[in-house]
C-alpha cells in the first residue's frame, strides 16, 4: 500500500474505534537499511556454496513468514532468530546434499515455501540444540515437468508459486484451482505440507483432495508413491506427508489432479436477517450434494469490512454463492440453492443472480460475490497496511460439527470481545464461513483492535491464547487451513490423540534420526 | 446354495468350460462334524473366560476369511493355523483387557471384523514367535450409541454388521450408504481397517470419506480423534488407522457421516460395441462434475456372467449409470450423463431408462441396472457354489491412472489368459469398474478355470501370482478396496514407498511395542 493509503486507512479505523483509537498513526514504510542481524554461525561447505545465500537481505527475508507477529517484528526490524543460510536448490540432488550437510552438521533445516506461513511455521531459535539454521527455498524448482490429459493431472516442482505453476497449465486449458488466500506468495510444496485450503467451499476442500502422488525427500531416503487415482493398500503414505509441515521430509514435486477451465459459472448474494437461519441455510446447502464451488457466510460485519457489501442487516448475514462447470449449464444448480436460502428467508436482491457461459466471464466478478472474492485477494496487503497503523489485525479459524457451531460462535466472540476490551480497550470480532462440509463448517474468524505502541504483541499473545482455549474447549480443531507451526502448537498436542502423537513422533525419528527437519514443528 | 442349485450351477459351467471342465463335478455340502483342530495352546485368565470361546465350532469359524483358498480350505476340512482362543468383548474395557493379556504372555491378536476378508487378513500362523492366536470378535458390540441429526453423523460400534447398523438408522430417515459386496457378513471397523469400497462409484468411494473419527484401542493406549468436519492440524490421524488392518490397534467405535435417505433416483443401461469406446465415455463422465452414485463399466462377457444382460457385442461393454438424491430431481443429470455416452456411441434400449421419486422405488432394480445389483449381492454366494464344482474362483482389483489403464487391461489379459491355458487347460477372465475417479477408474477382474481335483491351491497360486506381476508392472496398485492381508504383502511392500514403510514399522512398535497385533500384517 502507498503511504497515502495506509494514511486513509488508519483515519478509517480511528473512526471506528472511537477513542480507544485516537493515538492510532501510521508508521513509515519499513525498510532493510540498517538492519542488523546476528553473524551467521555455520556456512556451508565449498560444495554448496553456489546454492547459498548468506548476505543479510537474504537472511531477512526468510526470517520470518507472514503472520502479525512477523509483520510487526519486522516493521521494528528486530530480527533475533535469522537463518544462518538459505539455500537455493535448483535440482533434488541438491536438496539432497544440503539435507546431507544439515544432518552431518547438526543444522536445522527449514523448508520455507513461499515464506506465507502464518504460524510461527519457518522461525526457528537452535538454542543449544543445533549449530545453526539452514532454510531451503526452493522457488529455483518452479516447472510443470509433465502433464497427463487423459487423466488431467501433471507432475509439478514444489517450489512453482501459484501464478507461475497456473501459467504454465493454462495454454493446455487446464488448471490446479487452489487459490489460498496467500495463492501469489506461496507455493505447491508449503501448500502440500500444510494442507492448504483452496478455491472450493466444498468438496475439494484442501490440496489433500487434489493431490495423486508425492515425492519427499527425508534425511534418510527419497519417498515417492505411486500415481494412483485411489487406493486401499494400507494406510495412504500421502497422508502421512500431507500436513507434516516440513518436519517429516522436503517435498520436491507432485502429481497433482487437475480441471478443466470452467465455461458456466453462476453466483448470487444472498442477504439474510439473522445470522442464524443464514447458518441454518448454509447447513441444508452443504448436505443437498449441490456442492456448490462458493458457499461463504459472512456476519453483517465481515460483509462490510472483507467484500464492500453494506446492505447486510446488523445481525444478519451475507451468503455468497457460487457454481461453475466446464460440462454443463450451472442454473438450475444455482436455483435450486437458492431455492434453499429462500425457504430460509434469504433475499437476492435484484441483478446479484448472476450466470455466464464462455462469452461472458462477468459471472462471479461483479454483486457481492464479485466484491467479495476481489476483496478476499487483497485482504493480506490490507492487513500489512493496519498493522502500520497500530492495529492488531489477527485472523484466526477452525471447523466444528453442525450441533456445536452455535455455542462455538458464542463462546469464541464473547471471550474475545472480552479480552479485547479488557486489554485494548475496544476492537471487534467477525466471522466468516470459508469452507462448508455436510457436518459442519470451517468458521473464521477476524479482529482489529487498537494497539498500544511496544504492547502490540504481548497484546495479540493474550488474544491468541483466550482464542485459541475456547476454540479447544468447544470441540473444533486448532486449524483448519493455517496449519500448526510454532503458534498453535501448544493446543496442537492437547487435540491430537495422544498414541497418534508418540506414533507421529516415532516416524519422524526413524526418517530424521538426526532431528534436523524444521524442529519443533509437528512431531 | 441347495444341493440342486449347485448342481445345475456345475452342468452351466461344464458346459462353458469344454473339455477341460468335463471332470468338474459337484461336492457334497460341507460340514463341521469331523474337523479336527489342533489342541489350544494358550488358554484365558479366568478375568476373560465368561468372554472368550475355545469349542471347536468358534475356532474353526474364525480360522479363516472368505477368500478362495479359505473356501477350498474349509471344504476340504483343512485348518491347520486355527487360533486358540475367540474372546468376544462387549465393551471397550474388555477389549483392553483381552490385548492386556495378550501383550503380557506374547499371544497374537487378531481382530476379525465379519470375516470377510479375501486376503489373507485373519489367519496367522505363530510358528515360535508368539505363543498362541486369539481372534477377536467384535459383533457383540454393534451398537448405534449417539446420532446427532443436524450434523448427520452418528457414534457407531465397530462389531456393527452392515445390515445392523442399517436397521438402527432408518428409523432416524438416515444411512451411512455404505453398501461393499460383503456387506451382510462385514463390520464397521473391519470395513474402517481395510479401506473398504462402497456403494458410490464416483466422490465417497472408500469409507476414509464418510469417516468423521474414530476411537482404537491400542497396546499402549486409546486413541480418540477429535470428531471434526475437516481439518488441517497436522497428518491426519485417523488416515493412518484407516487401512491399518488391525496392526496398530483394534478399532472400538467411529464417528461416521451419514447421508439421508434418497428421494429421487434414475439410472440406465447403456451399450457399446466397443469396449474401448465405453472406456473413453466413462473417463469423460468421471470428468464431468456429474458424480453419478453408479458408473460401473462390465465387459461383454462380465455382463453376461454377472449382470445376466445378453445384449452387449462381443467386444463391447455395458455401462451401468445411477444417479440418486434426498434433494432434488436427478433427471437432468443422469440426461447429461447420457449425452456424453451417446457422443462415444452408447446406446440405451428402449426402457432402459428408468427415473423415479418417492412413489416408484422401482429405478434402479429393473433392467440392466436392476439385474446388476441384484446379481453384485448374490455374487459371493454363487462363488462358494463354484468353488464346490472344483472351479477356481478368483476376483482381484486394483485402481490405475487413464493413461495407463488400456495397456494395464491388455496385460493383465493377455498375462491370466496365459497362465490359465497353461495351467488349468481353459478358463477366463473378465472385467468391470468397480468405481471411477476423474484421474482413473479402478478396475476388477474376475477369473475362472476349471480346477484339478487336489491341485486347487497351486493353480490358484499360479494365477495370483502372475496378476499381481503384471498389476505392479502397469503402474497399478495391488488392491483398491480388498486390503492388503498376507496374500498382497509381498506386492504390497514392493508399492509402498520405502521410507514410508520404515515409518509405519516406527510407528507400529511405538503403539504395539510387544508385537502382537496382527502379526504379518501392514506394519
Chains 1, 2 share one sequence.
Request: with cysteine; aromatic share 8%.
Amino acid at each position: 500500500m502507498t503511504d497515502e493509503q495506509v494514511a486513509s486507512l488508519c483515519g478509517a479505523v480511528r473512526d471506528r474505534f472511537g477513542p480507544a483509537g485516537d493515538h492510532l498513526e501510521p508508521a513509515p514504510a519499513p525498510a532493510l537499511a540498517g538492519v542488523e542481524l546476528r553473524p551467521p554461525r555455520v556456512s556451508p561447505p565449498d560444495s554448496l556454496t553456489s546454492l547459498c545465500r548468506g548476505d543479510i537481505y537474504e537472511r531477512a527475508l526468510h526470517a520470518y513468514g507472514r503472520s502479525y507477529r512477523d509483520v510487526v517484528r519486522a516493521y521494528r526490524r528486530e530480527f533475533p532468530h535469522p537463518p544462518d543460510v538459505v539455500a537455493y536448490p535448483t535440482r533434488e540432488s541438491e536438496v539432497v546434499d544440503v539435507l546431507d550437510w544439515c544432518a552431518g552438521a547438526n543444522i536445522a533445516a527449514v523448508p520455507f515455501g513461499g515464506g506465507s506461513s502464518v504460524v510461527g511455521g519457518v522461525e526457528y531459535d537452535p538454542g543449544d540444540a543445533h549449530a545453526g539454521v539452514c532454510v531451503l527455498d526452493l522457488t529455483a524448482m518452479d516447472r510443470v515437468l509433465e502433464i497427463d490429459r487423459s487423466s488431467r493431472a501433471a507432475r509439478i516442482q514444489a517450489g512453482a508459486l501459484g501464478p507461475v505453476l497456473e501459467d504454465q497449465l493454462r495454454p493446455h486449458g487446464l488448471t490446479l484451482r487452489h487459490f489460498p488466500q496467500s495463492f501469489e506468495v506461496s507455493t505447491l510444496g508449503g501448500w502440500l505440507a500444510t494442507r492448504s485450503g483452496g478455491h472450493f467451499a466444498t468438496l475439494y476442500t484442501h490440496i489433500d483432495d487434489l493431490t495423486e502422488s508425492m515425492r519427499v525427500v527425508t534425511p534418510t531416503g527419497i519417498s515417492e508413491s505411486r500415481r494412483l487415482p485411489g487406493s486401499g493398500a494400507g494406510p495412504s503414505p500421502d497422508r502421512m506427508f500431507l500436513g507434516s509441515e516440513g518436519a517429516l521430509g522436503v517435498i520436491t514435486e507432485a502429481w497433482m489432479r487437475l480441471q478443466d477451465r470452467p465455461r458456466w459459472k453462476g453466483s448470487a448474494g444472498v442477504r439474510f436477517s439473522e445470522f442464524a437461519t443464514a447458518v441454518d441455510a448454509v447447513r441444508v446447502l452443504s448436505q443437498s450434494g449441490l456442492f456448490p464451488t462458493n458457499c461463504r457466510l459472512l456476519d453483517a460485519t465481515e460483509a462490510l469490512i472483507s467484500a464492500g457489501v453494506g446492505d447486510v442487516p446488523a445481525g444478519g448475514a451475507l451468503v455468497v454463492l457460487g457454481f461453475e462447470s466446464a460440462d454443463h449449464p450451472v442454473a438450475e444448480l444455482l436455483d435450486r440453492a437458492l431455492e434453499i436460502t429462500a425457504a430460509h428467508g434469504g433475499v437476492v436482491p435484484e441483478g446479484e443472480r448472476k450466470l455466464s457461459d464462455e462469452g461472458d466471464p462477468s459471472a462471479g466478478r461483479e454483486g457481492a460475490a464479485g466484491a467479495w472474492r476481489g476483496s478476499f485477494i487483497r485482504a493480506p496487503y490490507t492487513r500489512d497496511g493496519l498493522v502500520r497503523c497500530g492495529v492488531i489485525a489477527e485472523t484466526f479459524e477452525t471447523a466444528v460439527t453442525w450441533d456445536r457451531f452455535s455455542e462455538l460462535h458464542a463462546t469464541v466472540t464473547e471471550t474475545v470481545d472480552g479480552v479485547l476490551s479488557k486489554v485494548c480497550g475496544g476492537g471487534w470480532i467477525t466471522c466468516r464461513f470459508t469452507h462448508v462440509y455436510p457436518d459442519g463448517p470451517a468458521p473464521y474468524f477476524s479482529v482489529l483492535a487498537p494497539g498500544r505502541p511496544g504492547d502490540e504483541l504481548a497484546m495479540w499473545a493474550d488474544v491468541k491464547q483466550a482464542a485459541s482455549e475456547a476454540l479447544l474447549a468447544a470441540g473444533a480443531t486448532i486449524t483448519h487451513h493455517h496449519a500448526v507451526g510454532r503458534d498453535h502448537d501448544p493446543w496442537y498436542r492437547r487435540q491430537r490423540p495422544e498414541p497418534f502423537g508418540r506414533a507421529l513422533a516415532a516416524a519422524k525419528a526413524a526418517l530424521d534420526p538426526a532431528g534436523i527437519l524444521n524442529p519443533g514443528v509437528i512431531a
